[in-house]
């Protein structure tokens, strides 16, 4: 049912439009159950771009993105375009696991 030919990102209503486009007969429910369980076996990533908004990310390596709040679009930043110089000092007893940036942008103003 899905089609992840290449690297993308992608909402659940998103994924569930393309699949009505394309002739599926598929359930809400179906569509965001599946994510689901992709997401649980590290198939794709989910991303919370805010705290009423889940992307799926077909990249499951630890990666940097801009999202882009008014068109919903999150968009790939190049690793070597974003150095995390320095981290706080972690919690005792714990090693980072993962840095991962999200730079919210929007249209500059004038644009
Ligand atoms: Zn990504």
Do not use: W
Not at 27 to 36: F, Q, R
Not at 50 to 62: E, V
Not at 68 to 88: F, H, K, M, W, Y
């Amino acid at each position: 049912m899905l089609v992840l030919d290449q690297p993308c990102h992608f909402s659940a209503d998103q994924l569930l439009a393309r699949l009505r486009r394309g002739g599926q007969r598929v359930a809400k429910a179906t569509v965001y159950n599946t994510l689901s369980l992709f997401s649980c076996r590290g198939l794709i990533r989910e991303i919370a771009v805010d705290p009423t908004r889940l992307m799926y990310d077909s990249t499951t390596t630890p990666h940097h993105h801009f999202y882009n709040a008014e068109t919903g679009e999150l968009t790939d930043i190049d690793p070597a375009e974003l150095q995390v110089s320095r981290l706080p000092a972690l919690p005792s007893a714990t090693e980072a696991e993962s840095v991962e940036i999200l730079i919210r942008i929007r249209p500059s103003k004038g644009a």
